[in-house]
């Protein structure tokens, strides 16, 4: 069994057409999840990237990795998709990134370049085609054939719209991966890891004129200012995550990032062409998902912060040839910290004792089974104020109070945040977060259930282990 792994950066859950989107045209995506099983309420467990890439990656929770930030160093001690995946005898292969920091106790000492960025590669990951934030290779490429381009992630994919398809950063990655399939024989193991539709806001050639603006619906608006809580006060006071407050630009801010939707879908459309072409189709498993999601100016904001659920709600996407249930939906809450046990499952390898997810599998086949009743991410935002910090622990606490955990149930939502104020909110009277809950029962019955899922959850490395005699002959799995 092949195994296809595919990540598309800063994916919301509700932007594509088997998900109901009224405008949005995803045929491969809808393809995939009328072959598979298409998880109707699946959520990242962080912001921003590393944070969200380290919870998937290793089914832990950030309270758990601890990799708060990009630029947080993840430990080596995490057993990650990648070792499962070697693991059950594969050499995963990595096309894209990972945006994992070097554990600083693997480093080759204070001088390891390595330690001057987060973007290092997952350990356990043989290389395709590495695409650090940098971009050197593509914009290279680029170069070499004529176009001219500015230094700089940023400046390289805002060029995107003028740019031939065929070379975009989607397409650049498409191409290398086709390329490599071309010299593979079956049972190989691949991970796809697309930057779009993450910003700029910018879709490339022909997609970036795909939707009209004026076709665009408007976003969410945000509560008054008597509402909103401080940190959603600060958030739409900066730049970098405040949405236009013009109309014209927010709709068409919201036009290309469905066009940046569209093209990627295509990029994978030519993936799935050439695996048919192969006849590996129905031999190859497909995971697809997000690291975490995008606001696109619902409550006044942009990118990906805060407590609201834009953020952290994505695409989640398992197709399996062997199983026999196609087209379904599984409507209970699931997480990106399922996934590497679920996968786990489907290689026939045990799950790492470090894992806080579940597997999905009894959901797949319809089997009764206990399983939680609400979701939950984190979103920590001590980075602003680290450095100034560091040095003051553990006599200063206030750094690690800097965070949100949020717990989203059918018809409440509870946001905890680290200084000791809450949020509850009425999802049954208002599914847009803006009617806050006051019914003390209610708030305290949910607050109760975000302490459970913390005792619950705490790291359990060896915590199940008792030094006696009598102890067991072997340790467990991921020791």
């Known amino acids: 069994m092949n195994v296809l792994f595919i990540t598309l950066d800063q994916f919301r859950g509700d932007s594509y057409g088997a998900a109901g989107h009224p405008l949005v045209k995803t045929p491969t995506l809808d393809r995939i999840a009328s072959e598979g099983v298409r998880l109707e309420r699946h959520y990242s467990q962080s912001a921003p990237c590393a944070p969200g890439r380290a919870a998937l990656y290793t089914g832990t929770y950030q309270m758990n990795n601890r990799v708060v930030a990009n630029g947080t160093p993840l430990s080596a001690r995490f057993e990650n998709v990648a070792t499962v995946a070697r693991g059950a005898g594969y050499d995963p292969i990595l096309f894209g990134y990972t945006d994992q920091g070097l554990d600083p106790n693997r480093s080759e000492g204070f001088d390891d370049p390595r330690l001057d960025n987060y973007d290092s590669i997952l350990p356990g990951f043989s290389v395709g085609l590495y695409m650090p934030e940098s971009q050197a290779g593509w914009i290279q490429y680029l170069r070499s054939k004529g176009y001219v381009v500015e230094s700089g992630w940023a400046p390289a994919l805002r060029g995107e719209p003028e740019r031939s398809v065929e070379d975009s950063h989607s397409g650049f990655l498409t191409n290398r991966f086709v390329d490599w399939l071309g010299t593979q024989e079956s049972g190989w193991f691949a991970h796809l890891s697309y930057l779009r539709p993450h910003p700029p806001y910018a879709a490339a050639g022909e997609y970036s004129k795909m939707y009209d603006p004026a076709d665009v619906e408007l976003p969410i608006a945000p509560v008054g200012e008597d509402l909103r809580h401080p940190i959603h006060e600060v958030a739409l006071a900066v730049r970098a995550s405040a949405a236009p407050t013009d109309e014209r ?145 553990p006599k200063d606490r206030t750094l690690s109070r800097q965070n949100i955990a949020v717990s989203v149930g059918g018809d409440i939502s509870y946001v905890q945040f680290g200084d000791g104020s809450f949020r509850c909110f009425d999802l049954g009277a208002d599914p847009t977060w803006r009617t806050e809950c006051h019914d003390a029962t209610r708030v305290l019955r949910a607050a109760q259930e975000q302490l459970v899922w913390r005792q619950e959850h705490l790291n359990r490395d060896m915590t199940d282990m008792l030094l006696r005699p009598s102890r067991p002959g072997r340790w467990p799995a991921g020791f």
Not at 249 to 273: H, K, N, W
Not at 305 to 325: C, E, K, N
Not at 341 to 363: F, H, I, M, N, Y
Request: charged fraction near 25%.
């Open 249 to 393: 630009e927010m709709r068409g801010l919201r036009a290309q990032y469905y066009g940046m939707i569209s093209e990627v879908d295509f990029q994978l459309g030519r993936v799935v062409a050439t695996l048919e072409e192969r006849g590996e189709w129905q031999d190859t498993l497909v995971v697809v998902t997000s690291d975490h999601g995008e606001q696109l100016g619902d409550h006044g904001l942009i990118e990906k912060l805060g407590f609201f659920p834009q953020s952290y709600h994505i695409l989640g996407l398992w197709r399996d040839p062997r199983d026999a249930h196609a087209g379904t939906s599984v409507n209970a809450f699931s997480e990106n910290v399922d996934l590497l046990p679920t996968l786990c499952d489907a290689l026939g390898v045990e799950v790492p004792v470090q894992c806080d997810g579940r597997s999905l599998a009894p959901l797949f086949n319809g089997e009764p089974c206990e399983w939680r009743t609400a979701a939950h991410y984190e979103w920590d935002y001590r980075e602003y104020w680290i450095n100034d910090h560091t040095r003051r622990w």
